[in-house]
């Protein structure tokens, strides 16, 4: 299993970034998307199901929208209204029969 993020970037507050996360090796039942800033942890930022039920942060409902091509067995996450404590590295995760895998980071940098 492979997943591998791009999309990634420095945009002023305000600006919008549409990161990607192709994923290869496995159906996966549910993908998503966590962050994380320096010395905190790892939070859950959004995820969508094959039926795409999704399920957002309250921190970034409204903003952030998950969604997902099955075909392609991709996710994507389009940011709009970045703000400075969206700052942070992103990661994509896919399960597959209740195993979880990680893809590599993307740092999101929002300048003020």
């Known amino acids: 299993v492979q997943l591998q993020a791009s999309g990634g970037g420095l945009v002023q507050a305000g600006g919008s970034l549409r990161l990607s996360c192709a994923a290869s090796g496995s159906i996966f039942s549910i993908m998503g998307w966590y962050r994380q800033a320096p010395g905190k942890q790892r939070d859950l930022i959004a995820t969508?199901?094959?039926?795409?039920?999704?399920n957002y942060a309250d921190s970034v409902k409204g903003r952030f929208t998950i969604s997902r091509d099955n075909a392609k067995n991709t996710v994507y996450l389009q940011m709009n209204s970045l703000k400075p404590e969206d700052t942070a590295v992103y990661y994509c995760?896919?399960?597959?029969?209740?195993?979880?895998?990680w893809g590599q980071g993307t740092q999101v940098t929002v300048s003020s």
């Open positions: 969508i199901t094959s039926g795409s039920s999704t």
């Open positions: 995760k896919a399960e597959a029969a209740r195993v979880g895998f």
